[in-house]
Structures are given as structure tokens and as C-alpha cells.
Nanobody, 116 residues
Framework: QVQLVESGGGLVQPGGSLRLSCAAS????????MGWYRQAPGKERELVAR???????NYADSVKGRFTISRDNGKNTVFLQMNSLEPEDTAVYYC??????????WGQGTQVTVSS
């Protein structure tokens, strides 16, 4: 079992920045992937960014060039740096992890609201 705790969400104006953090209860270098998903009202949950154990990354087209996923293995924490935020980025952001057995785990989510 892996517990994930997100933090860093909030209200920001368009063009602003936020950094989300996801602290894991497990040693993250043992996890296959960690990632961030988001779900806006009335929409399905979608992948935002993902990082593998080998540090390969992939991003949704809508956030490429604006968001950066990174990890601190010593702190078992994954980050999502979000720049040039747009109202369309408003959603609940969820941290996700997948272990070597293919089991997936989710955090409780953190709200990001982009509004003037």
C-alpha cells in the first residue's frame, strides 16, 4: 500500500504559477511511475504529467512547455511546477503512483483554481 498526500493547490490569477507536491509513504525509486492527473467539473480524469523510475517524462499536449514534473528521491516527493496557468487548468489535481506489480494508488486531490 502506498499513501500519497498532495499539497500546494490554491487560487491563482491567469498567467500565475503554482507548485504541487506529492509526498509518498513508499520509497519512490521502487515505484514504476508517478504522475499527476486532473479532473475538471463534468469532465473525465486526464493525465497531466508522468515520470518513470528511469526519469522519462511525458505530458499532456495542453500543458507542454508550461508544466514540469520532477522528483526528489531523498524526500520521496514528486512535484508539478505549473507556469502560465490558464482558466482551463482549473481542476482537482490528483497524484498517482504505480508499483512494480501494476497496482495503482491515488492521493486525495488538491484543488487548483485559475481565475481573475
Amino acid at each position: 500500500q502506498v499513501q500519497l498526500v498532495e499539497s500546494g493547490g490554491g487560487l491563482v490569477q491567469p498567467g500565475g504559477s503554482l507548485r504541487l507536491s506529492c509526498a509518498a509513504s513508499s520509497v519512490i525509486i521502487r515505484l514504476n511511475t508517478m504522475g499527476w492527473y486532473r479532473q475538471a467539473p463534468g469532465k473525465e480524469r486526464e493525465l497531466v504529467a508522468r515520470i518513470t523510475r528511469g526519469d522519462s517524462t511525458n505530458y499532456a499536449d495542453s500543458v507542454k512547455g508550461r508544466f514540469t514534473i520532477s522528483r526528489d528521491n531523498g524526500k520521496n516527493t514528486v512535484f508539478l511546477q505549473m507556469n502560465s496557468l490558464e482558466p482551463e487548468d482549473t481542476a482537482v489535481y490528483y497524484c498517482n503512483a504505480e508499483n512494480v506489480f501494476g497496482a495503482t494508488f491515488w492521493g486525495q486531490g488538491t484543488q487548483v483554481t485559475v481565475s481573475s
